[in-house]
């Protein structure tokens, strides 16, 4: 027993390190936008679709690690991954130019895919019932810590050092990590394994292919990633507000940021409880409900003030992305009950496109730079208002068609 408990335990924490870097490399550099801008005497957009490139590389390469993690266990992609990660956070720490500052950050979203991709994997192979559902809270607890940590962490960073100390701090995190996994991670993909073979690429393409043709699962997928750029738009655009807008220093929107973080940990925990009392569907309408008015909000604040405020900018994020909170983990719950027998192509396909749409959102609210919060508001109410058209118009009105799909 005492065996088995410590097994466990190793496991858990690993899976909150794993989703807390994917979060961690994501926003842990926001604080240091506008000095990025100055020193590499760039457009704020430009340093902006950085984080645009991130995600396009979080999201391709979780296409591969998911079927390879199959083939060759769970353990040797994750460090390859995290490999790849820590070698891009050097790359970055040299980048002299937009481009470099650009590629390097599309490779650490390559690395960092492993940990999203392989958390979910290694969850199914090892907790079932009743304890899966416990441990798939710590995934939760582990998103809302990386995003509102990091930002603390590197504004006060940026007190003492360049912005490049956000990537050192990013570098020792991935090798310590990578030292953590390689020492203290079991394997947990022992038997089953599939070989990797023309037949196996061919029977994970044609099972995508049927995936993608499910309306249940086109709906949960748009539907919950415009949700998620709630909190997509608020890391492009928030770091100017708040700094430039605002005359804020980068550790104070660190804690500001950290609040916001907060209020997406306390919506999973409350949709954790009630999701059994009101159902995924009444939970997901009052999220996107939320988004609304918190988009609506701030527009009118932004229209009819002469001058942006502390709170009425801060206010409005934190009630949209708790918003968000009630909408994400029921989607992605949604997306892949269909699919048990194949749920990690499920889960790798859609977080591939997940974070593929969520760096379009990134893309596009990035030319909207300006220092007010009218772009933010639009934001909110646009991607709310998608949302609602694909969970509510077509995926609550009309039946998905039935779906079957191959076993691997």
């Known amino acids: 027993m005492h065996k088995t408990d410590s097994k466990n335990t190793r496991i858990i924490f690993s899976l909150f390190m794993m989703t807390s870097i994917s979060q961690m490399a994501l926003v842990l550099y926001t604080p240091a936008f506008s000095a990025i801008a100055l020193n590499l005497n760039l457009n704020p957009s430009a340093v902006q679709v950085s984080l645009t490139s991130y995600l396009l590389g979080f999201g391709l390469s979780q296409l591969f690690y998911g079927p390879l993690s199959d083939c060759f266990g769970r353990k040797k992609p994750l460090l390859i991954g995290m490999l790849i990660l820590a070698l891009s956070c050097l790359w970055t720490i040299f980048a002299s130019g937009f481009w470099s500052l650009l590629l390097s950050r599309f490779s650490q979203g390559l690395g960092v895919g492993a940990a999203v991709t392989l958390s979910r994997a290694i969850l199914s192979d090892h907790f079932t019932g009743k304890e899966y559902t416990r441990v ?12 509102g940590v990091s930002p603390v962490i590197s504004g006060h960073l940026l ?55 499910n309306l249940q699962f086109i709906g949960y997928l748009v539907g919950g990633t415009m949700a998620y750029g709630v909190v997509i738009s608020y890391n492009t655009l928030a770091p100017f507000l708040f700094q430039h807008g605002l005359n804020l220093s980068a550790s104070l929107y660190g804690w500001l940021t950290f609040a916001v973080a907060l209020s997406y940990y306390v919506g999973a925990s409350i949709n954790r ?16 409900m939320l988004i609304v008015l918190s988009g609506v909000g701030l ?36 997306a892949l009950k269909d699919f048990r027998q194949i749920a990690g192509t499920a889960a790798a396909l859609f977080s591939c496109l997940q974070m593929v749409l969520a760096a379009m959102v990134s893309g596009f609210v990035s030319l909207a730079h300006a220092l007010n919060p009218i772009p933010l508001a639009t934001s909110f109410i646009v991607l709310a208002i998608i949302a609602a058209i694909f969970m509510v118009k077509i995926l609550f009105i009309y039946k998905a068609a039935p779906i079957t799909a191959g076993k691997l």
């Open 273 to 288: 409880k009630f999701v059994g009392t009101f159902g995924t569907d009444l939970l997901i309408k009052f999220g996107l």
């Open 136 to 147: 798939a809270s710590y995934l939760s607890s582990g998103f809302a810590f990386g995003l």
């Open 299 to 334: 527009l009118l604040l932004s229209l009819l003030s002469a001058h942006m405020t502390l709170y009425g900018l801060l206010i409005p994020s934190i009630v949209a992305t708790f918003g968000q909170a009630l909408i994400f983990s029921n989607c992605i719950a949604g």
């Open 159 to 213: 007190d003492f050092f360049p912005w490049r100390s956000s990537f050192v701090f990013l570098f020792i995190i991935s090798l310590l990590l990578l030292l953590l996994f390689s020492l203290w991670l079991p394997e947990t993909k022992t038997q089953n394994r599939a070989k990797l073979s023309l037949a196996f690429i061919s029977q994970t393409r044609d099972n995508m292919y049927q995936i993608l043709k």
